[in-house]
């Protein structure tokens, strides 16, 4: 059975930092490209970053470019997302995801973990 | 960026009722389409990709249509399970885009 496991969300102040983290089984999570996707309180979904199965490629949203760094671990089955400058936009629920066999949709996602960013 | 336009935002149906939500891109994308149902509290999950082909699972009152900019994501038969709000998204290009979500509620 596909798991993902987020934590590290918590309150932290504005301009702080964050790391969240992924634990993902069930899965050869070496094989497939990995996502980060939030929604702040009582909005839609935003994608935040990408990252191939090897971290080749990386994308992440304008949004967040320049402050949020993702990662992954192949040998520990994780995935991570480094957040700094942390500002009041960036509360959210943040999700981790699975890119989809054919790449590109999120077929299977975690629980979430919220991020508060708040003085 | 790829802009998505996606309708209604509220959608009040009754059970049995057939519902169809839309969703028009900025630009082409082919059939580089997926959506998603979730659940207040919940994580959301995936329906269809490519437009069209139905996640494992996913009972097949749900269907789903539409190439290029144009696409339908029709539920036949609603059931009291399927009130929730329903997203579309692309994945032709990056950054990935989601439709700002179609909530349907219990009429």
């Known amino acids: 059975e596909v798991q993902l496991v987020e934590s590290g969300g918590g309150l932290v102040k504005p301009g702080g930092s964050l790391r969240l983290s992924c634990a993902a089984s069930?899965?050869?999570?070496?094989?497939?490209?990995m996502n980060w996707v939030r929604q702040a309180p009582g909005k839609g979904l935003e994608w935040v970053s990408s990252i191939s199965s090897s971290s080749s490629y990386i994308y992440y949203a304008d949004s967040v470019k320049g402050r949020f760094t993702i990662s992954r671990d192949n040998a520990k089955n994780s995935l991570y997302l480094q957040m700094n400058s942390l500002r009041a936009e960036d509360t959210a629920v943040y999700y981790c995801?699975?890119?989809?066999?054919?790449?590109?949709?999120?077929?299977?996602w975690g629980q979430g973990t919220l991020v508060t960013v708040s003085s | 960026a790829i802009w998505m336009t996606q309708s209604p935002s509220l959608l009040s149906a009754s059970t049995g009722d057939r519902v169809t939500i839309s969703c028009r891109m900025s630009?082409?994308?082919?059939?580089?389409l997926a959506w998603y149902q979730q659940k207040p509290g919940k994580a959301p999950e995936l329906l269809i990709y490519a437009a069209s082909t139905l996640q494992s699972g996913v009972p097949s009152r749900f269907s789903g249509s539409g190439s290029g900019t144009d696409f339908t994501l029709t539920i036949s038969c609603l059931q009291s399970e399927d009130f929730a709000t329903y997203y579309c998204q692309q994945y032709y290009s990056f950054p990935r885009t989601f439709g700002q979500g179609t909530k349907v509620e219990i009429k």
């Open positions: 630009q082409g994308i082919s059939s580089y």
């Open positions: 995801a699975r890119d989809g066999e054919y790449s590109g949709y999120d077929d299977y």
């Open positions: 069930g899965f050869t999570f070496s094989s497939y490209s």
